[in-house]
């Protein structure tokens, strides 16, 4: 089961991904936690009894600054080695004050930096057709569609949040997306991949990060403008 956007704000009952603080999705099945990267005020994860194959999921936890406690032992990649699990969870985690229910101690941080593996990379995905190979086409699609306007809903929410605090005016739906689902379909993903990658790095933004952001943006919209209006004529 993937974990999509949707699933992580239904579970927290929360509107935005920075508005979960804790999140129990104990005994469902997951495998992957990439959207739970973007959670970044998690402070509370359980995730006992899922089917969570790899420890190098973690590198989609490794930046949340907040996470406690979580909660991860009976899957798949807990393994054989418990001290060499627990290890390595705390050497990328090593802000956690309670593992699988064990308050996590000084001398464990300090042997993990020993014991525990770094993960400095995210996992390698499978496609679709070699991890369900008797999947029809029709279901792909489906599943691709359903993603792409996740991605599409989430780049004009965020969008338009940013705008709001650069004192910008929001962005229409039919200006925002104004070709049909299966017209450009290259552009249109990797449009959202660069303003996903844009709204995640504002979020790391000081005020004086931000205020160049502002006057950049200005500048950018200025020309735009100019531009239309010279190709108006």
């Not at 999705?25 to 009894?49: F, G, H, M, T």
């Not at 004050?97 to 770094?118: H, I, R, Y």
């Not at 996740?150 to 104004?178: A, C, W, Y």
Request: glycine share 4%; proline share 4%; charged share 30%.
């Amino acid at each position: 089961m993937k974990l999509t956007r949707k699933a992580v704000l239904s579970r927290a009952k929360a509107a935005e991904l920075d508005a979960v603080r804790k999140l129990n999705c104990c005994v469902n099945a997951i495998s992957d936690l990439e959207p739970l990267s973007q959670c970044q005020n998690l402070s509370e994860l359980y995730l006992r009894k899922n089917s969570i194959a790899s420890l190098t999921e973690l590198f989609y936890l490794k930046n949340l600054r907040r996470l406690r406690v979580l909660w991860l032992s009976e899957n798949p990649c807990c393994g054989s080695d418990p001290h060499r699990y627990r290890m390595t969870v705390l050497r990328n985690l090593p802000n956690l004050q309670k593992l699988d229910n064990q308050a996590v101690t000084e001398e464990e941080l300090s042997q993990a930096l020993v014991d525990g593996e770094e993960i400095t990379a995210p996992p390698a995905k499978q496609t679709i057709e070699n991890c369900c190979p008797g999947s029809s086409e029709s279901n792909a699609t489906e599943s691709t569609a359903e993603t792409e306007n996740e991605l599409l809903h989430f780049s004009l929410e965020e969008t338009n949040k940013i705008r709001e605090q650069l004192g910008m005016k929001p962005v229409p739906r039919d200006k925002f997306s104004s070709f049909s689902p299966r017209e450009a379909d290259g552009s249109r993903k990797k449009k959202n991949n660069i303003l996903n990658a844009i709204l995640l790095l504002m979020k790391e933004l000081d005020t004086e990060g931000l205020e160049i952001v502002h006057q950049t943006v200005g500048r950018r919209l200025q020309a735009l403008q100019k531009k239309e209006l010279q190709e108006e004529r």
